[in-house]
């Protein structure tokens, strides 16, 4: 299967500040990335699929400009909190699509105090 | 109506024993059907990955899929305590990027 990273893997910050995660593709070439969120036992919210090279496609009620993506190639997705508030501290994954499956990176996990 | 379904457990099972966990679905286009396990504070694992009905088998896992019923399995034989984890069901149709997620199920062998 497919093997996808992120950075960092846990963070801290403080409120106001913007956070970025780095999702990577190293073994395949990703067209097709999805940023999810998740809550402490709860299941995946998708926030967001980033395409290679144009604007990604934000779920209903995700605010585009306070996560802002980006997927500048094939291999490197990014997604950006902007302005971080307490209630911004979830589990942030993200995944590459292969083929009709998805592989999923390990997940951040961001705690805004 | 959600479009998948899945019992969010929890389940405990001694060690050994035979897990069925399952999904049902309401869309009769989704042809691709996936078994995803997740560890606390971990990224979802592909476990297994079919395409329309049948089943298949990898290891002490199989995965059912009976699209008359819309009904979708996975049995884990010989569960040991490693084993325990949420497991998620997830299904997609042909074309685009649209993944259907259950809740997921949580898992507890017990040694």
């Known amino acids: 299967g497919a093997v996808v990273s992120q950075h960092p893997s846990r963070v801290i910050c403080k409120s106001g500040t913007s956070v970025k995660i780095e999702c990577r593709s190293l073994d395949f070439q990703a067209t097709t990335m999805f940023w999810y969120r998740q809550f402490p036992k709860q299941s995946l919210m998708l926030m967001a699929t980033?395409?290679?090279?144009?604007?990604?496609?934000?779920e209903q009620g995700v605010e585009k400009d306070k996560f802002l993506i980006n997927h500048a190639s094939l291999t490197l997705s990014t997604l950006t909190v902007t302005s971080a508030h307490p209630e911004d501290s979830s589990f942030y994954i993200c995944?590459?699509?292969?083929?009709?499956?998805?592989?999923f990176g390990p997940g951040t996990r961001l705690l805004v105090l | 109506q959600k479009e998948v379904e899945q019992d969010p457990g929890p389940l405990s099972v001694p060690e050994g024993a035979i897990v069925s966990l399952n999904c049902t679905y309401s869309n009769s286009a989704f042809q691709y059907f996936m078994w995803y396990r997740q560890y606390s504070r971990k990224g979802p694992e592909l476990l297994m990955y079919t395409y329309s009905s049948g089943n298949k088998e990898d290891g002490r896992f199989t995965a059912q899929v009976d699209k008359s019923s819309k009904y979708i399995s996975l049995f884990i034989r010989d569960s040991q305590p490693s084993d325990s984890a949420t497991y998620l069901c997830a299904m997609s149709i042909f074309t685009g990027n649209q993944f259907y997620f259950g809740t997921g199920t949580s898992l507890t062998v017990i040694p």
């Open positions: 995944s590459e699509k292969v083929r009709e499956t998805q592989y």
């Open positions: 980033s395409n290679e090279g144009s604007k990604a496609t934000y």
